[in-house]
């Protein structure tokens, strides 16, 4: 086995993927509130339904859920790495790697709870008003 075997290419230790479920999460609310302020500010009434906005939610917040559960899984596997152990706080790639990893996979699991928070609110919110 050569030395650089056990090195993590920097394609692998992206720092990006920390950002992608809270940008999921940021873009669900967006598009949840926007479509609801629209449709409410169309209705013919003050105190209009809900109606097809409790469905349009409820996908958003299915694809939504979808991408985090995709960027927490590459969290999770980046995370258990080889042979995980430890706090993960060694000065190596792998250690770097499986570091950004356990905070991609707890920000993506945040995510997820913001996620299903937001889209509560057409659960218990029935009218515009």
């Known amino acids: 086995m050569r030395a650089m075997d056990n090195v993590v290419?920097?394609?692998q230790a992206s720092?990006?993927?920390l950002t992608v479920s809270p940008t999921i999460?940021?873009?669900?609310f967006g598009v949840c509130y926007v479509t609801g302020?629209?449709?409410c500010a169309k209705a013919p009434a003050a105190i209009a339904p809900l109606g097809g906005i409790r469905t349009a939610v409820f996908v958003v917040t299915l694809l939504a859920l979808a991408g985090i559960a995709v960027a927490g899984w590459w969290g999770y596997r980046a995370h258990s790495y080889r042979d995980a152990s430890g706090p993960h706080d060694d000065d190596t790639p792998e250690d770097r790697h499986r570091f950004m990893g356990f905070a991609t996979l707890l920000l993506s699991g945040l995510s997820a709870l913001a996620v299903i928070y937001a889209a509560l609110v057409v659960v218990f919110v029935r009218t515009c008003e």
């Open 25 to 28: 999460w940021a873009a669900h």
């Open 9 to 11: 290419s920097e394609r």
């Open 15 to 17: 720092i990006w993927m």
């Open 37 to 39: 302020a629209i449709w």
